[in-house]
């Protein structure tokens, strides 16, 4: 299974990105993620909790998202999204999507519950001052 993220990009303080993450299997389809959601990873930082979503709750927001952010799930196209808004240079980072406890189904129609991690490969979102 892999977490496919799009939509970063250099944008002007003040401005809009919209970022989306995709997961699908090549030999597997997934067809449940219990949590989604977006971290995000500053030139000599720690890696830190942006949004996510866990399974049966509502959206859960860092500090510093709420009121800018918003993340959504798609549980049918299996995406997660995180629209950004009035963007601060200190929001520049690499973005990276994450999922844990997916349930798979492979081509003899056995399911699978995975109870690990998984990452995107990360996007780089860079804001101007």
């Known amino acids: 299974v892999q977490l496919q993220a799009s939509g970063g990009g250099l944008v002007q303080a003040g401005g809009s990105l919209t970022l989306s993450c995709v997961a699908s299997?090549?030999?597997?389809?997934?067809?449940?993620?219990?949590?989604v959601g977006w971290y995000r990873q500053a030139p000599g930082k720690d890696r830190e909790l942006v949004a996510d979503?866990?399974?049966?709750?509502?959206?859960n927001y860092a500090d510093f998202a709420k009121g800018r952010f918003t993340i959504s799930r798609d549980n049918t196209k299996k995406t997660v999204t995180l629209q950004m808004n009035s963007l601060k240079p200190e929001d520049t980072a690499v973005y990276y999507c994450?999922?844990?406890?997916?349930?798979?189904?492979?081509?003899?129609?056995?399911?699978?519950?995975?109870?690990?991690?998984?990452w995107g490969k990360g996007t780089l979102v860079t804001v101007s001052s």
């Open positions: 994450h999922a844990h406890g997916l349930t798979t189904i492979d081509g003899m129609g056995n399911y699978v519950v995975d109870g690990e991690d998984y």
């Open positions: 299997g090549s030999v597997v389809r997934v067809v449940r993620i219990d949590d």
């Open positions: 979503i866990r399974s049966g709750q509502s959206a």
